[in-house]
Each structure stands twice: as C-alpha cells, then as structure tokens.
C-alpha cells in the first residue's frame, strides 16, 4: 500500500537511472541519513561508538572494497587484509614523514598507494583462475604480514614492531572523543558509498561484472580483461587501504603489524557471503552482522547464567561463526541483502499476499 | 522472395573477410583441416553441415578466441592468426553464441549496454562522480541501446534479470548485445536453435532487417535447411572440419558430396 | 616441447638457485646435505597434508580448505586419546571418528550444496574449519599435546666416511618418509584394484556420468572424505610427534595449500611431487637466502619460509596455470 511506484513516471534516462528511482526510497534515504546524524549522536554511549558503531563503519567501507573485487568482478581474494596493512603503514609514513599534509590527502595517498600494490597482486589474476588465484592471494597476506613485520623502515625502527599514531587533525578541528569520530567516518562511508554506487553502474561496473558471469564472452563483446581485472584490484585496494588507514589511525590508535592478518582477512570475506555478494547494500549488512555477533556471543554467557571462560567463549564464536557461513551458504547463497530484497517485494505488494 | 535476394546480390560488395588454409587442433582432436573461404561485405553467408563439423570453431577461430595453428584470416586488408577477441571486437566483428553466453547476473538493458563498452571511454574519476562527459556518454548510449530495443521489441523485458527469461527472448537479447556493438560483420551461431515457427519467422526478419537497414554482413551457422535456402546470399558447407561445398543455395543443394555428408554415406 | 620452454626455463633458474650455496663455497657440504634432507622430510609432511586436498577434489570437485583443520582435529583426537589407552588403540577410535565426520560433512554440508558453484563449496569449507577449530578445542583442549611414538628423538649421524662430520638425520623424519611411500603405495592399490576404487575414479572423472551407470554419488562422497580424514589423521600423528600438536588456525596446514595448487588440483602426483619441491625450496631459502636478504635489508630476523612458497607455486602457475600435473580447462563458448 505504501511502497508502490503508481505514477512514478520517468521521462528521461536520466532520471530513469538515478540510484534510488522510487520516491518512497528516497524519504527512506533521508530519514536514514536523519537518524544516523542527528538522533544516533544525542542517543548513543561512548561504548556504543567505540565498540560498535565505529568498527563498524570502517569494516563496511573494507566490505564494499572487497564485494566490489570478488562480488562484482568474481576475482577471489583471500588475503585483502594485507591490502589494509599497506594503507595503514602508507599513512602512517606519510604523516610521520610528510606532516604538512592533510589528513584527507594522506588518506588519498594511501588509497592510492594501495591501489598500486593491489594492481600488482592483481596481474597473477590474469593468467590464473578461480581458487587457484584465491591460493595465491593468500601468498599476499603472508607476504605482507612478513614485510610490515621484518622491514624496519615501515614501523619507523620501532623497537617493539608496533607503531603509534596521534590523533587526527583536520582544518584544526582535533577528531578525538567518539562521537567526532562517528561523524568524520559516517560522510566519508557515504562519499564512498555513493562513488562505489557511480561505479558500479558505468561502463567499468559492467565490464567487471561481465568478467564475473562470463570471461570468454566479455572478451569477445570488446571488453579489454587486464584493464577490468586490474582496475577492480586498484579499485577495491584503494577502498580497503583508506579503511586501513582509518582503522588504524581513527579506530585502533596503535597496532602491530599482526593487526592485519589472516583472521581479519577471512572476516572480511565472511562479511560479503553473509551480507550478500555484488551487493553494496550487503556489504553493509555483513559488517554489522560481523561486528555485533561477537559482542552478542561475549554477553550470552551472562544472560543464559552459565559460567563460560573468554577462551570458551571464543570457541564458541568459531563455531557460530562456521556453522552461520555453511547456513547461510546453504539457505540463502546471495545473503541478507536477497532477504531484504526479497522483504522488499513482500512490502510491495502488502497487504496482499501476491 | 526471388526478387528481394536480387536486390541483395546487386548490393553485395568486395570481400570483407576471408579465411586462408586454416586449421586448428585441439590435443589429438582435428577442428578445421585447411579451410579456405571469402564473406563479401553486405551478403548473407551461410554456413552448414552436421554437427561436429566445426562450425562454431570456425566463428571462435574469426573472433580470436581460438588461434588455428595453421592459415590465417583476413580482415579490411588486415592478416591475423593470433589476435585477441577485444581486439577482434573492436575492429567491427561481433557475434551471438549458440549457448546464449549471456551475463546471468545483469538485467536484459545491463547486458545490451555491454555491448556498448567498447565505444565508451570516460575515465574512471568521471564514472565515480557520475558528472559531465561520463553522464552524457551513459545517456547516449542508453539511447542506443533503446533503439535496438525497440527494434527487437523486448522494451517489455529490459529490467528484468536475463536468466528468468524464456529461451527465445534470452536469444534476442544475444542478438541485441551483439548489434549494440555497432559491428560491420555479424557472426551468428545458430540463432533459431530451439525455435518454433513464429519464433523463427520473426528471427529471419530481424535478421533481414539488420542486413538491410544496417547494411551489415551476416555470417550464420544454421541447420534449418529452409531457413538457409531463403535468406542466405551464399553457403559454405563443412564436414569433419573441412569444405565440401561453397556456393549459391541452389549450387550448394544439388552437390553430391553435400548430400552424402547429411546422410551420412561415409566419404 | 615447445610450448613447455618457459616450464624448463623456470625449473632451470630454481635449480641454479639450489646449487648456488654449495657451488660458491658459502657452505659446507655436509650441512647443505642436512638442509637438502631436512627440506625433503618437510615436504614429505606437506605431501602427506596435500595428499588429502586432492583426493577430495579429485573426487567432489571441493577444494577442502578444512583439509588441515581436520589434520589437526585427528591429530588432537590421537593425543587426548592416547592418554588413556594405547597408542593403537587411540588411532583406531582416531580413525572411526574421522570416518564419523566425513559422515556428518557429506550429509549436512555437500549434499546441501550439490549444484553450486566451486567458489560456494570453498566457502563452505572456510566455514568448516572454523567450526572444527572452534569445536576441536572445545572438545579435546588448546594447550599444546604430545604424541608418542616410540621413536628415538636424538638426531643419528650417518655418512661420517662422505661428508666431513656426517649428517644429523631424524629417525622420524625416516619413518614418517617410510610411511607416506607406503600410504601412497595403499592409496594406489585402493585406486587401481578395488571397485571402489574404481568407482571413486569414475565419480572422479564424471559426476553424472558415473550416476547414471548406478554409482551412489553420496556414498562415494562419504568414502573419500573418510579416506581423505585417515589421510589426515597419519599426517596429524607424525606431524605430531615431530612437533607437537596445538589448535591455532591451523596456519601449519595452510602451508599445504600452496602445494596443491602448484601440483594441481586434481593430482596425487602433483601433491607429492609439489611438497617435495616446497619443502626443499621453502628450507633452502629460509637457511640460504634468508641471511643474505637480512644482511641487504637490514632486516629484524628472517622468517621467509612464511610466504616462500606461495611464491614459489605463483612462478610455477604463471607458467602453468592448471599447476603442473593438473588438468587443462578448455573453455567452450
């Protein structure tokens, strides 16, 4: 009864292709972008911020960096934490060394830094296919854990290995207490978003997303492969370098090079297959999926009244975790984004039943 | 129907594209043995014969997705062998598949706009900020790509995702994302596979029209032999990977080798 | 010939790169022998490991990424177990549970995602080895455990007479060398005379076609996954005794990875003969390369057998993207 799009007529291609075409999406948007400004900033605890809404925030900008690579481009990617590393040490270097710099443009440059190091990971992918290739992106994980970790020069010879970080400064306004934090992060996740949206909709999303479905039939349509498998890995590392960067700068604060390993890596993938892949939506919804299940775990014990040690814990969250991926997997191989969609369409046409 | 195949042969051109002694194998298996043969420019040229006669090797073999090991094929003057398929693309040949080939993930208008990928250059900045020459170029090829749309008469369909679609409507839009590409020379791999007569019917006329509105030179692999006979200028007929025939469709028809390879009196 | 050059031209560098130590003087001959040796034993670990991978891929098409999770349960179930009854004893319940996991693996997760994608099943398979991780602790315990042989640990040294000093050898890395031949040796002969076996080539060959001659695909499927976790459990025994045994995730086992997909997905061959080509390289590298690197880079320690052989199987897939005993994928279009 609300959600119809009765008299919502387009005249021109323009607006026929614009991202949210339906009006009642719109207001949808609006009242979001409200809520999350306005009310969520007045409403919410320091914890929510730091433990919640904050990781949140970079992992999804981390997620829609990844679905852009092995959702719409269908390269797999197994160690694209390793990417994050790069943006985190990039930035640091740059405003240890550089300090004039901007904040905003340090984060440019280590997106941009990133991206290089991703197109170079990237050119096994154009010989090798399928999980052959996720294999060898594994090699950039360790590869990078091994770097950050072994070559000095990264972490400034700091004796420990691990790096420290003041907080961030932009236009003389100090981004310190929580809730500047949750501000500064929300508009560039939406910047991002809206860029990834553009994207995804032009000639270079569907080229990508033709490499997906079918790569001998894409070539044959004109499409060149090595500018669409290369540009999905600069693209997709730029998005995941600045996360790092932020996650280290704006998040973490300090951390040692072992903050971006393998276990962050396979988080993020999780994120996607849960979330939905080739779906930007999804990647929103696998971070948040991500990020509250374990503090959703950590607070069971308490309220079921069992005794449980962290470790045991931990171990449970394995296996939640595991069980939920084959679940998923099983019941809904597109994710919760194919149930929203699909909770979308119910709206549609209620109160009728079809 | 004699008239409008007169009209035809007086517009036919010089020879567009040729293929020069190719052969291809792959592993032990034999594809093409030293096949030879010329595609005049605005004709229709049909290609025939049993199945696994190597057909659709042939049309991998012009679009470069398959290097013959011997011959070469020749194209506006050019000689190649080992070209890639974009490259092959972009030079105005383009193709419909006869296993459709068609990206399940996108929407029928997504897939047709593909098509229009190799005319298209905005730089990646531009397509984030969806500003200036980016828009304009998603607008006017959108244009486009309705047109062709329109005159394959699926506007009804173009939102919806290609894979929920009826066979006959998914190989139009095959047909459509092949035509995006603005191409001079159109491969088509048994376009009227799986057809009833309707279908077919209409299949010949838009592939009719496109030879004669666009002027495009058409080169299909058919089995329906009435369908070949009507609309095809000339015909090249292969079997076990070689030529035993080339010619008008009459010619064609009453050569003996021809006759024993469809009935399969072993030669 | 000619379309193998750039597979000899690699192999021809990597072989200068091995004689290199020994041919410059940089180190004695009977220590390089030791390296030589030990390398070899490691790969004969990894070939144990990748062993399984291939059998499951050969056999299901899934790449097994819970193939060294499932080393490493059988090898904790092993250990927990010996505590409390003889060695034998342990392997064999060891064992009836591996086969109970295939079980519960086929039912639950492959047959529920019989027509999906490759990447699918590899995904669901990630999800596997975190639920064994997290299930393995839980049930047998994360503190490191020992498995006991019986074998000697003190290194023995033979060949004082050829080499200036002989050569330190592990009697275990000689049994656990004996045993993986044997395995092979078992694994062949299943293969080759039974009808199972047969059967398992078949399913291997051609799902459907194996279907409709009356191959029961899901009890094929429950077959190799437990001969896949028997694999397993005899790479998480020796690789136990050698170094013990401890849940972390599984990052040992990960090392398989990369020599299945330098041997080829779907070889046993490949699994063989690409951990012996890892294991020689990865130590070679780490004792020979690595001090030269840090000396260059001034760097804080070495630690190059970690990616090391992820580089080694890239270079190789570059020049043969199917690895090199795997199968050519021709696409149709």
């Not at chain 1, 909709?201 to 492969?225: K, S």
């Not at chain 2, 592939?207 to 299909?220: A, E, K, P, S, W």
């Not at chain 3, 990424?65 to 003889?86: C, D, K, T």
């Amino acid at each position: 009864m609300f959600y119809r799009e009765n008299g919502q007529f387009k005249s021109t291609y323009a607006s026929d292709q614009q991202m949210l075409p339906i009006l009642q999406d719109r207001v949808f948007m609006a009242g979001l972008l409200v809520v999350a400004f306005g009310v969520v900033p007045m409403l919410a605890s320091d914890y929510l911020f730091l433990s919640l809404l904050i990781p949140f925030l970079i992992l999804a900008l981390a997620a829609i960096g990844l679905n852009l690579l092995v959702g719409y481009c269908g390269q797999i990617s197994i160690g694209h934490a390793a990417f994050m590393a790069v943006g985190a040490y990039a930035a640091y270097n740059l405003v240890l060394h550089v300090p004039q710099l901007s904040f905003l443009v340090v984060l440019v440059l280590a997106g941009l830094i990133a991206a290089a190091v991703g197109m170079l990971f990237g050119i096994p992918s154009l010989r090798i296919k399928g999980l052959y290739l996720a294999v060898a992106t594994l090699g950039a994980q360790f590869f990078m854990d091994w770097l950050f970790a072994r070559v000095k020069w990264f972490t400034n010879y700091a004796h420990s290995g691990s790096v420290q970080t003041s907080p961030v400064e932009l236009f003389g306004w100090t981004i310190d207490t929580p809730h500047e934090k949750y501000v500064f992060l929300l508009a560039v996740l939406i910047l991002f978003t809206v860029i990834a949206r553009n994207l995804v909709r032009g000639h270079i999303g569907r080229a990508w997303m033709a490499m997906r479905d079918m790569d001998v039939a894409a070539e044959v349509i004109g499409i060149r492969p090595v500018y669409a498998k290369l540009s999905a890995f600069a693209v997709s590392s730029f998005y995941v370098g600045v996360a790092g960067a932020l996650w280290g700068f704006v998040h973490l604060g300090s951390w040692e090079p072992l903050a971006f390993n393998l276990t962050l890596s396979l988080n993020l993938l999780f994120m996607i297959i849960i979330g939905g892949m080739g779906s930007i939506l999804g990647s929103f919804f696998g971070a948040a999926f991500i990020v509250v299940l374990p503090i959703l775990l950590n607070q069971l014990p308490q309220m079921l009244g069992i005794p449980m040690s962290t470790a045991m814990v931990s171990h449970l969250e394995f296996m939640i975790f595991g069980a939920l991926i084959v679940f998923f997997l099983i019941v809904e191989p597109h994710g919760l984004a194919r149930l929203w969609a699909i909770g979308k369409e119910k709206l549609r046409l209620w109160p009728f039943p079809h | 129907m004699a008239g409008a195949a007169n009209e035809r042969t007086r517009r036919v051109g010089e020879v567009i594209l040729a293929l020069d002694g190719v052969s291809l194998a792959f592993g032990g298996v034999q594809a093409l043995k030293d096949v030879s043969f010329d595609v005049r420019e605005h004709e229709v040229r049909a290609i025939i014969g049993p199945n696994g006669a190597g057909k659709s090797s042939m049309l991998n073999v012009i679009n470069g997705v398959y290097h013959p090991q011997q011959g070469t094929i020749r194209y506006l003057g050019r000689e190649y062998h080992d070209m890639d398929p974009h490259e092959v693309a972009v030079s105005g040949i383009s193709r419909t598949f006869q296993n459709l080939a068609l990206f399940k993930g996108m929407s029928v208008l997504d897939n047709i706009m593909t098509g229009r990928n190799l005319k298209m250059h905005s730089n990646i900045l531009l397509q984030a900020l969806r500003i200036g020459p980016a828009l304009r170029e998603e607008i006017e090829h959108r244009e486009a790509v309705e047109g062709i749309i329109d005159f394959l008469e699926i506007q009804a369909y173009r939102k919806t995702a290609v894979g929920t679609l009826p066979y006959g409507l998914q190989k139009r839009v095959d047909l459509a994302r092949a035509l995006a590409m603005e191409p001079r020379v159109l491969l088509l791999d048994e376009p009227m596979a799986g057809m009833n007569i309707e279908e077919k019917q209409d299949m010949c006329r838009f592939i009719l029209d496109v030879n004669d509105h666009y002027g495009t030179t058409i080169v299909l692999i058919e089995h329906d032999m009435g369908v070949v006979m009507d609309i095809s200028d000339r015909v090249v007929v292969l079997d076990y990977g070689k030529k035993i025939g080339d010619g008008t469709p009459q010619e064609v028809r009453a050569n003996q080798a021809v006759i024993d390879a469809y009935l399969g009196v072993s030669h | 010939m000619k379309k193998n050059w750039p597979v000899f031209l690699l192999c021809a560098v990597l072989l200068v790169g091995l004689v290199l130590p020994l041919a410059t003087g940089a180190s004695a001959p009977g220590f390089y022998v030791e390296v030589l040796l030990g390398g070899l034993m490691t790969g004969v670990l990894y070939s144990l490991v990748a062993m399984g991978f291939a059998l499951i891929f050969k056999a299901s098409g899934v790449f097994n990424f819970a193939q060294g999770a499932m080393v490493l349960f059988a090898a904790l179930a092993v250990a927990r177990l010996a505590e409390r009854m003889p060695l034998w004893a342990a392997i064999l319940v060891g064992i009836v549970i591996m086969i109970a996991l295939a079980f519960v693996i086929e039912r639950v997760v492959l047959r529920s995602l019989v027509g999906q994608e490759a990447i699918a099943l590899f995904m669901a398979t990630l999800g596997v080895t975190f639920f064994l991780d997290g299930f393995g602790q839980t049930v047998w315990g994360s503190d490191i455990y020992k498995i006991e042989l019986g074998i000697a640990k003190e290194p023995v040294m033979v060949l004082q007479g050829l080499f200036q000093g002989g050569i330190l050898i592990n009697k275990e890395d000689v049994v656990a060398t004996l045993v993986a031949v044997a395995l092979v040796g078992v694994l062949a002969l299943f293969f080759q005379k039974t009808a199972t076996g047969r059967a398992l080539r078949a399913v291997a060959d051609d799902h459907q076609a194996a279907q409709s001659i009356g191959i029961p695909l899901n009890r094929m499927w429950v077959i190799v996954w437990s001969v896949a976790g028997i694999v397993a459990l005899v790479a998480g025994v020796i690789w136990g005794s050698r170094l013990g045994v401890q849940f972390s995730v599984s990052l040992v086992a990960l090392k398989a990875l990369p020599v299945v997909i330098l041997g080829g997905l779907t070889s046993v061959t490949g699994a063989i003969v690409g951990g012996l080509i890892i294991g020689v390289g990865e130590k070679m590298a780490e004792v020979f390369l690595g001090p030269v690197l840090v000396k260059a880079f001034d760097l804080a320690g070495g630690g190059i057998e970690n990616w090391f052989a992820y580089v080694l199987a890239l270079l190789f897939l570059l020049v043969r993207p199917e690895g090199l005993f795997g199968e050519k994928h021709i696409d149709r279009v």
